[in-house]
Nanobody
């Protein structure tokens, strides 16, 4: 059974930066796609960024384009989310997710999820 473990969340002031990490383990096949999602209280989970692990192609939500960067280290089975110019509206629990079957920002396409890490941005 695959496991995803996130780290790197925390509290920052607006304009600051954080880097999230997601380490994958316990599987023998390469995921087709790994992504980051977030969920704020009272809101639905939304896709933030995803990366095709084979080609390196990426997709970003419009709300984070130019500020967030997703990357991968295949040797470490780890995906990162570099978040710059953070805004209070970026406050949410961030989840790492992975799938063998899609390349999208739709949560329903993802089969494996981490436990989440909290990001809080103060104004």
């Amino acid at each position: 059974q695959a496991q995803l473990v996130e780290s790197g969340g925390g509290s920052v002031q607006a304009g600051g930066s954080l880097r999230l990490s997601c380490a994958a383990s316990g599987y023998t096949y390469t995921f087709n796609c790994m992504g980051w999602f977030r969920q704020a209280p009272g809101k639905e989970r939304e896709g933030v960024a995803t990366i095709n692990t084979g080609t390196g192609s990426t997709i970003y939500a419009d709300s984070v384009k130019g500020r967030f960067t997703i990357s991968q280290d295949n040797a470490k089975n780890t995906v990162y989310l570099q978040m710059n110019s953070l805004k209070p509206e970026d406050t949410a629990t961030y989840y790492c997710a992975a799938t063998f079957r899609a390349y999208s920002l739709y949560a329903r396409h993802y089969d494996y999820w981490g436990q989440g890490t909290q990001v809080t941005v103060s104004s």
